[in-house]
């Protein structure tokens, strides 16, 4: 079963920068895409930013310019850069990555998702 661990939040001012990274382990055959979702309280997981295997990337419109994705195919890891953080931009980060494994000496696609980081912008 791939695992996904999520590392680098935490509190930072308005105007801050934080830098989330997510590792993906297990019998992974090739992954898809691997993107950053967040929660508020009280709110709908939302999609911050993907990025494909081919490195074409989509961020939603409140982050354009900010949060930049990247991956290091290699290490099967992705990052977020945040910059210019706004308290709006405060929630419980999810990475998601979706891919092939080998399990059970057969392929199947798989889904995971990591245990979630919290990132507060606040003065």
């Known amino acids: 079963q791939v695992q996904l661990v999520e590392s680098g939040g935490g509190l930072v001012q308005p105007g801050g920068s934080l830098r989330l990274s997510c590792a993906a382990s297990g019998n992974i055959v090739s992954i898809n895409a691997m993107g950053w979702y967040r929660q508020a309280p009280g709110k709908e997981r939302e999609l911050v930013a993907g990025?494909?295997?081919?490195?074409?990337?989509n961020y939603r419109d409140s982050v354009k310019g900010r949060f930049t994705i990247s991956r290091d195919s290699a290490k099967n890891t992705v990052y977020l850069q945040m910059d210019s953080l706004e308290p709006e931009d405060t929630a419980v980060y999810y990475c998601?990555?979706?891919?092939?494994?080998?399990?059970?000496?057969?392929?199947?696609?798989?889904?995971?998702w990591g245990q979630g980081t919290q990132v507060t912008v606040s003065s």
């Open positions: 990025i494909t295997s081919g490195g074409s990337t």
């Open positions: 998601n990555a979706d891919g092939s494994e080998w399990h059970r000496s057969r392929y199947r696609s798989f889904s995971s």
